[in-house]
């Protein structure tokens, strides 16, 4: 990234602008990036549950669906107790706890990486019925939880 202002960066590579701000000292980082096709997106630092029980973490775990892609995905546990997300295309990923119902697992393609939002819904009663996913390339992808 490039400076080109106050708190504001240029991504070279994607060509998108990037910029950071707190509203007050003791808020959450915020980022705003628009990029080259119009697209905005507003993101914020949430707060790392560093010792995520195995009781709350289990909750997340199912079988999703994507109607628009028609692509399942599954939230399991690994050997070593940790939640991960694991689909028929894909190495499995560690998800990493990211605040109140949202987690981070990072992506590759070639050289390039960079973190998917997985921010888990709830319904009414405050059952996990569902996973929204984002990142540069894709904003607020459902996966309905089937199982």
């Not at 106050?6 to 007050?24: C, N, T, V, W």
């Not at 289990?58 to 399942?72: A, C, I, K, M, V």
């Not at 981070?104 to 709830?122: C, K, N, P, S």
Request: proline residues 3%.
């Amino acid at each position: 990234m490039e400076p080109v202002g106050d708190g504001m960066f240029k991504d070279i590579e994607y060509d998108a602008l990037i910029q950071f701000s707190r509203p007050h000292r003791d808020a959450c980082m915020l980022m705003n990036i628009w990029l080259p096709d119009g697209e905005h997106m507003n993101l914020k630092k949430g707060n790392t549950i560093v010792n995520a029980s195995s009781e709350y973490l289990s909750q997340f775990t199912g079988e999703y669906h994507s109607r628009h892609l028609d692509f399942y995905c599954r939230i399991v546990f690994n050997e070593e107790g940790e939640l991960v997300i694991r689909r028929p295309t894909i190495s499995d990923k560690l998800l990493i706890p990211d605040g109140k119902d949202r987690f981070l697992f990072e992506m590759q393609d070639g050289d390039a990486g960079w973190y998917v939002i997985a921010e888990f819904t709830r319904d009414r009663k405050g059952k996990v019925d569902g996973i929204n996913m984002q990142h540069v390339r894709m904003m607020h992808h459902r996966f309905e939880k089937v199982r």
